[in-house]
């Protein structure tokens, strides 16, 4: 079982998940994270550090989330890994709550 990132994330991005992931499981594209199935080893450290509240076990991720559980998995597999902490967007915190995001995803 993986965890996944959702919707809040979008445009948001900010990476304190990252530090705290000990098998690297997350990919970064231009603005939103992805933990790949593959890599995540469950151990579940990463969800409170995510200042967005955006990332959830794959069996617990918010009915109308389900499309990033594959989402996740695909783009992990095209995305480069991110290891470090990076600046969160200037606008991140405007945009953290703002429902229906997946519009703005930039792949």
């Keep these: ?4 990132v959702t919707d809040n994330c979008i ?3 900010y990476t304190d998940c990252v530090a705290v992931c000990p098998a690297d499981a997350f990919f970064a594209g231009p603005n939103f994270l992805v933990i790949s199935p593959t890599a995540c080893i469950d151990c579940g450290l990463c969800e409170p550090e995510c200042p967005a509240q955006a990332i959830y076990q794959q069996d617990a991720v918010p009915p109308g989330q389900e ?3 594959e989402l996740n998995a ?3 597999e095209i995305w480069p ?3 470090e ?3 969160a967007p200037d ?3 405007a945009w953290n709550g ?3 995001k997946l519009k703005y995803l930039q792949t």
């Design 74 to 76: 695909e783009l992990s």
């Design 11 to 13: 445009k948001c991005k």
């Design 81 to 83: 890994n991110i290891t």
């Design 67 to 69: 499309a990033f559980i």
């Design 1 to 4: 079982m993986a965890f996944v």
């Design 85 to 87: 902490v990076q600046p």
């Design 91 to 93: 606008d991140a915190d």
């Design 98 to 100: 703002v429902a229906d």
